[in-house]
């Protein structure tokens, strides 16, 4: 699995000190990992695959495609509402609301307005 994880890391184009931060691990617990000093714990095998997309089977045995496909467009909606419904974060919970609430002329001046907020950065 160590030799998986490196090609994965290398596949993504990230060092590992990217990928350490990304699934919220040391870069020397990476390095452990990758070198096989230090077996992989399910929890960091859960947040590889659910960040990067990556099929568990492919990590833990070798077999199958190393990403699994993207969620739709509503399995991801469904994934962030419910992530938002558990926080505590009441301007994104009224932010949505106040945009589900506007007409169809609002919501595209709205759409444009953050596609070229995006454009932006």
């Given at each position: 699995?160590?030799?998986?994880?490196?090609?994965?890391?290398?596949?993504l184009k990230l060092n590992q000190?990217?990928?350490?931060?990304?699934?919220?691990?040391?870069?020397?617990?990476?390095?452990?990992?990758?070198?096989?000093?230090?077996?992989?714990?399910?929890?960091?095998?859960?947040?590889?695959?659910?960040?990067?997309?990556?099929?568990?089977?492919?990590?833990?045995?070798?077999?199958?495609n190393m990403f699994r496909a993207?969620?739709?467009?509503?399995?991801?909606?469904?994934?962030?509402?419910?992530?938002?419904?558990?926080?505590?974060?009441?301007?994104?919970?009224?932010?949505?609301?106040?945009?589900?609430?506007?007409?169809?002329?609002?919501?595209?001046?709205?759409?444009?307005?953050?596609?070229?907020?995006?454009?932006?950065?």
């Amino acid at each position: 699995m160590n030799e998986r994880l490196k090609l994965l890391r290398k596949a993504l184009k990230l060092n590992q000190l990217e990928f350490a931060e990304k699934i919220q691990i040391g870069r020397s617990t990476l390095a452990g990992y990758e070198n096989g000093l230090t077996n992989i714990t399910d929890r960091s095998i859960r947040d590889i695959c659910r960040v990067f997309y990556v099929n568990e089977d492919w990590l833990r045995t070798g077999e199958g495609n190393m990403f699994r496909a993207r969620n739709t467009t509503n399995e991801e909606l469904a994934l962030q509402v419910g992530k938002l419904l558990k926080t505590d974060d009441e301007f994104t919970k009224n932010l949505f609301l106040e945009y589900l609430k506007l007409p169809p002329e609002m919501k595209t001046l709205f759409e444009d307005f953050v596609h070229n907020l995006a454009k932006s950065k």
